[in-house]
Structures are given as structure tokens and as C-alpha cells.
């Protein structure tokens, strides 16, 4: 994200708009290369919230890279616990960040289980097969890896996530077959 403030001038903007209704936001960045819309769910489920792009045509999402057409400006888009996504006028270079992390991207989404979620310190996660030289990912909600550890010869993990401050977090477990991802919050009681 920060590279973005130095890359392109309307990251480093000062005609913005940033609206906030509940538990959702939106921020609107005006350039004179690009416009971007920065909408976020900070509640614990899922709402519709209105991008209120500033003008019809293509958008670019950052982190997935899909593209919408945007015929209504004030369609409404609904966000899942703790979704944001940052739209761009125009499309920019491809962040690195696997855009798995972002969103349910389960190849069998029985197969996995997490509880409690939300959770004050641990989290378990229930897998219908052993793994076997996986790897466990965890990322805050800017995308920094705030967590890995390798995984053996298990069918149930536990983290500990006592230490980590309180909020959205994305998971990625790779095993030798399969990519398991999504999204766990960690609350106080």
C-alpha cells in the first residue's frame, strides 16, 4: 500500500471524501490520471453499502484484479465481514499479494472448519484429511503476514492468536493438494 503513495499522485491526494454510515466507509481519492473508491465493512456481517463511484465506465479492483462495469454509480455492493476493496479508474500493476487471502477462495469448503470465530485467543481448525508439509498464513487486514508456521501430519490445528491485537484476520493454510483460505476475527469476550 505504500508503494502506491509514491507511484501514483491520488494516493497522495488532498481532494478526498470519506463517508462513514455504521459500520461502513467509504473513501473517494480524485487525481487528474485517476479517480479510486475505497470501500470497507468493519461490522461482523455482511451489508450492502453504495460505492458512489464518481463516474460510470470500467473499475478496477486492486487486490483481485477483476474489473466491473459501472453503469449505475450508486448500485449498491455488498461486503462480507471485514471486506474491503480498493477500486482505481484506471488499472494498476498487480500488488503481489495473492488476492486468495481476500476472499473465499475454498476448493471444498466442507472440508474445512474453524471455531470458535470469532475468538478472544484460540483458533481450531478442523480438516477432513491429514496434512502433510502444509504451511499456516495469517495476515492482518493491510495484508502483512502477521503469522506463519509449518504444519505436519494433522487433521487439527490449533493457533494461538492470544497475541495478536483484536480484529480481522486472513488465513491461507497450504497443504500439498489444497489451498484453504478465509477469514477469522479475533474479540475480547
Known amino acids: ?108 469448503q466442507v472440508s474445512l472448519e474453524v471455531f470458535p470465530n470469532p475468538s478472544p485467543d484460540y483458533f481450531y481448525f478442523k480438516i477432513n484429511e491429514d496434512i502433510k508439509n502444509g504451511t499456516m498464513y495469517l495476515y492482518d487486514i493491510q495484508g502483512k503476514l502477521q503469522y506463519k508456521k509449518e504444519i505436519n501430519q494433522t487433521n487439527l490445528y490449533e493457533l494461538d492468536a492470544s497475541d495478536l491485537n483484536d480484529g480481522f484476520y486472513f488465513y491461507k493454510l497450504l497443504s500439498e493438494s489444497k489451498i484453504y483460505t478465509g477469514k477469522i476475527l479475533k474479540k475480547k469476550s
Open 1 to 108: 500500500m505504500n508503494n502506491l503513495k509514491t507511484e501514483y499522485e491520488v494516493f497522495a491526494t488532498d481532494n478526498f471524501e470519506i463517508t462513514q454510515t455504521e459500520k461502513l466507509k467509504t473513501l473517494h481519492l480524485y487525481g487528474d490520471e485517476m479517480d479510486v473508491v475505497i470501500l470497507g465493512n468493519f461490522d461482523v456481517e455482511a451489508k450492502d453499502i453504495n460505492p458512489d463511484f464518481p463516474n460510470t465506465g470500467v473499475w478496477f479492483e486492486f487486490y483481485t484484479g477483476d474489473s466491473i462495469d459501472v453503469a449505475v454509480t450508486d448500485e449498491l455492493i455488498t461486503l462480507l465481514p471485514g471486506e474491503y476493496r480498493l477500486y482505481t479508474s484506471s488499472k494498476l500493476d498487480d500488488p503481489g499479494i495473492p488476492a486468495s487471502i481476500f476472499g473465499t477462495n475454498i476448493e471444498d
